[in-house]
């Protein structure tokens, strides 16, 4: 059974800072693209941040120089950190694994059940 589980959110004031966790199992997590991505209310999910089993990372334009990717292969765990926070970043925020089969394009795709975040003064 594969399980995302994130942590790490909640409510921080304008400037602020937060780490989000995703622990992952049942998975076989080093061959997987990890992805953040966030829901605000009314507006569709959009992609934060990702990173891929070398290590490659893309952000949203909006959290370029704000937020970073990382994940550490041994702990099967992939974070966000979120620096300089503005109430424009308030969404619950889901942790995605997401891995292509070479063989048959086949992709498996899971997902975090979200953590709230919220910036608010």
């Known amino acids: 059974q594969v399980r995302l589980v994130e942590s790490g959110g909640g409510l921080v004031q304008p400037g602020g800072s937060l780490r989000l966790s995703c622990a992952a199992s049942g998975i076989v997590f080093n061959i997987y693209t990890m992805g953040w991505y966030r829901q605000a209310p009314g507006k569709q999910r959009e992609l934060v941040a990702s990173?891929?089993?070398?290590?490659?990372?893309n952000y949203a334009d909006s959290v370029k120089g704000r937020f970073t990717i990382s994940r550490d292969n041994a702990k099967n765990t992939v974070y966000l950190q979120m620096n300089n926070l503005n109430p424009e970043d308030t969404a619950v925020y889901s942790c995605?694994?997401?891995?292509?089969?070479?063989?048959?394009?086949?992709?498996?795709?899971?997902w975090g059940q979200g953590t709230q975040v919220t910036v608010s003064s």
């Open positions: 995605n694994a997401k891995r292509t089969i070479p063989i048959d394009n086949t992709v498996l795709d899971y």
């Open positions: 990173i891929t089993t070398s290590g490659s990372t």
